[in-house]
């Protein structure tokens, strides 16, 4: 079955410091992979993704990720963390064939300290 | 260009109304998607239209249903409320076909009263 998991519910970092966001997968295509950020009340901001080529995408406010095919991986990383990227962040699957059928994991809930 | 609008922004319904919500699309974006978030069962996909037609479907009972016009934008409509269906509904909008990036509407709350 397909599934998206991200394995850490809530996380904490102190601002300046880097971030790793996992994110996990099983899909039995190739699978798009998106990383969309939540801030409380809105909608999902689309960070960045990957379809093809480059494993390592760089997108918006510093963020970057790394495509792991043997591992089933696309881990969120920034090298700084500021007091304004807390927010709920989520991992994303498609599959080229299922449409706009996002599959999303559970999301992890950043929090960041002075 | 205007993002994904979606309205209205906030609603209150009782059980055993029906609502309806509505997503304008990014300008030129033919895709529409349909998503509900709780806290428990958190992002669920619930259908997807393309040029008027649904082309995917989510897990979701048959109270729950949608149409596109031919101008893109979509409505979703839910009969016959249940108190599990307070969610924010967000809208997404796609250019084209499979493979593209959704763009997300800042969301409808809905609260089941």
């Known amino acids: 079955a397909q599934s998206v998991t991200q394995p850490d519910i809530h996380i904490t970092v102190s601002e300046g410091a880097s971030l790793e966001l996992r994110c996990n997968y099983s899909?039995?295509?190739?699978?798009?992979l998106f990383w969309y950020v939540q801030s409380p009340g809105q909608g999902l901001q689309l960070l960045l993704k990957y379809f093809s080529g480059d494993t390592l995408v760089q997108g918006i406010k510093g963020f970057e990720a790394e495509f792991k095919r043997s591992q089933s991986s696309f881990n969120l990383r920034k090298p700084s963390v500021h007091w304004s990227d807390a927010a709920e962040y989520f991992c994303a699957v498609g599959a080229a064939g299922s449409g706009y059928a996002l599959n999303f994991g559970k999301g992890t809930s950043l929090l960041v300290t002075p | 260009k205007a993002g994904v609008t979606q309205t209205p922004r906030y609603l209150i319904k009782t059980r055993g109304q029906q609502v309806t919500l509505s997503c304008s699309p990014i300008s030129g974006h033919r895709s529409v998607s349909w998503y509900q978030q709780t806290p428990g069962q958190g992002l669920q996909f619930l259908f997807e239209y393309f040029s008027e037609t649904q082309r995917n479907k989510g897990n979701f009972p048959g109270r729950f249903s949608g149409r596109q016009f031919s101008n893109s934008r979509s409505e979703m409509n839910v009969s016959t409320l249940e108190l599990g269906d307070s969610a924010l509904y967000l809208c997404?909008?796609?250019?084209?076909?499979?493979?593209?990036?959704?763009?997300f509407g800042p969301g409808t709350r809905l609260t089941v009263l």
């Open positions: 899909y039995g295509a190739t699978p798009y």
């Open positions: 997404a909008s796609s250019s084209t076909s499979g493979g593209d990036t959704q763009y």
